[in-house]
């Protein structure tokens, strides 16, 4: 079943001698239960094109079907709303609240959103990210990779139809980089959920379903 949907999608910035194709007529699309890595070199367009997948950004031209659902023919007020509710956003720097704790910061979409947490699921989604003893401590008493699974638990909490990761283990060690990939992947089989990882670390790219390469803002191979 096919969960996203791209279709000529371009993203141009400035004008005359300023301007930018940061996206040249992007078309592609991907399976429910999918795990996919978008690769290519600082400057490429990847994360660009994760920000307009994730509706941070709209396109210059060129749609995003999400679950069918065409997400730029939304106002930016129910955008946002479509967004936190189905689109679970991972960042390379966690984005985390310093004043929360860490069961703060993974319910704070479902706080924004007035819905309440199951106490069950919070607890199983804990211990799926080894943060089961760490649900008390504020960010800065934690690790960068425990902070990075901090940010997977707040896209995961909401159960969403996608999750978009920019460059998740950019900020991390070997081992934490290999704890993270490993997370995403049994997110990805266990919780079935449907990702997109962006990376320039073709190795971590390996451990996806598929691989998209681009360039210049332009689709160049798919394996």
Do not use: C, W
């Not at 679970?88 to 704070?108: D, K, R, S």
């Not at 649900?135 to 901090?150: I, K, V, W």
Request: charged content about 25%.
């Amino acid at each position: 079943m096919e969960i996203l949907k791209v279709e000529n999608l371009t993203k141009i910035y400035g004008k005359g001698t300023t301007k930018v194709v940061a996206l040249d007529n992007v078309s592609f699309s991907v399976e429910k239960g999918e795990f996919v890595a978008i690769v290519g070199a600082s400057g490429s367009g990847k994360s660009t094109l994760l920000h307009i997948l994730g509706g941070v950004d709209r396109p210059t031209s060129g749609k995003v079907f999400i679950d069918g659902k065409d997400i730029f023919n939304f106002n930016d007020d129910k955008l946002a709303i479509f967004r936190r509710r189905q689109v679970g956003l991972i960042y390379q720097f966690y984005n985390l609240i310093p004043i929360l704790n860490i069961e703060e910061n993974i319910t704070l979409p479902l706080s924004l959103d007035n819905r309440e947490v199951s106490k069950d699921t919070l607890d199983d989604l804990l211990m799926l990210l080894g943060l089961q003893n760490r649900r008390n401590h504020l960010p800065n008493e934690l690790s960068g990779g425990q902070q990075q699974r901090t940010s997977i638990g707040r896209a995961l909490i909401t159960n969403p139809t996608i999750i978009l990761a920019d460059e998740p283990t950019g900020n991390l060690d070997s081992k934490s980089s290999d704890e993270i990939v490993a997370l995403l992947k049994k997110s990805n089989k266990e919780l079935k959920q449907t990702i997109i990882m962006i990376t320039h670390n073709m190795e971590i790219a390996k451990e996806a379903d598929r691989i998209i390469r681009i360039e210049d803002g332009k689709i160049t191979s798919e394996e």
